[in-house]
């Protein structure tokens, strides 16, 4: 989707979590921290989670998923992935998408659409959310070290996240964010890059600063996994190049 100037610039003052499970309760204890004010949407009816809420980010505000759309300046995506076609597409129109969800075999079962290497997971968040901006953040590091290593900017050992998006304006924004959330921020490049973020990489269970992880990214091209999806990219292109007798 094209995002327009103003869009961009929009600050993020309302934000929704998709998902109220321990990733999703821990983001947003850290936004409420930061002074955002944090609508939470978990399976089911909004009144299931109130309590837990009450409990673990006092001052968040429980609701369904579609009022947390509509509401919210941005929306983080704290959900099992393949619960992504559950999502409320039409409330989530022009809406800035935080993609924090994992393809995790073991517990969602062998899915083809999911371990393709010449696709990213954001990208099929994406291609489902075609009116949405979708960003990759906050999936890589444990909710654990979520909770624990949190940092006002410049504290020394402050631990870094990275972000992958194809809007510059939005990943400015998602880096914001995470800024505020406490986290040094590196850009791992297009949404299609995310896929080093993602489960197999050396990036994903990440608890390093912004060097290191810097270097893991770089670094990813000559790993295992990268050499793989290289490959695979490598082939597709080659299928995809015209032949001596296209027409121009």
Do not use: C
Not at 194 to 205: D, R
């Amino acid at each position: 989707m094209n995002t327009s100037q103003d869009d961009a610039a929009r600050p993020i003052r309302t934000l929704g979590v998709v998902g109220a499970g321990k990733v999703g309760l821990v983001i947003a204890r850290l936004a409420l921290g930061a002074g955002y004010r944090v609508l939470v949407a978990g399976s089911g009816e909004a009144a299931r989670i109130a309590g837990q809420l009450d409990a673990v980010a006092p001052g968040a505000t429980a609701a369904e998923a579609s009022v947390v759309a509509r509401r919210a300046d941005a929306v983080v995506l704290a959900l099992p992935l393949p619960r992504y076609r559950a999502l409320p597409v039409e409330a989530l129109h022009g809406k800035l998408v935080i993609d924090a969800t994992n393809y995790w075999w073991e517990v969602d079962g062998l899915q083809e659409e999911f371990a393709d290497p010449l696709t990213s997971t954001s990208e099929i968040v994406q291609g489902f959310l075609p009116d949405s901006r979708v960003v990759k953040a906050l999936n890589h590091m444990s909710y654990r070290d979520l909770a624990d290593e949190a940092r006002p900017a410049g504290a020394p050992g402050r631990k870094a996240i990275a972000i992958a998006g194809d809007d510059p304006g939005d990943v400015a924004a998602v880096a914001r964010l995470v800024d505020d959330l406490g986290f040094d921020v590196v850009t791992a490049g297009t949404l299609a890059d995310g896929i080093m973020l993602q489960p197999g990489g050396e990036v994903f269970g990440a608890d390093v600063d912004a060097a290191e992880l810097r270097a893991m990214l770089d670094r990813f091209t000559t790993s295992q996994r990268g050499l793989v999806i290289a490959r695979a990219r490598a082939q597709r292109a080659q299928r995809d190049e015209p032949g001596p007798d296209a027409a121009p």
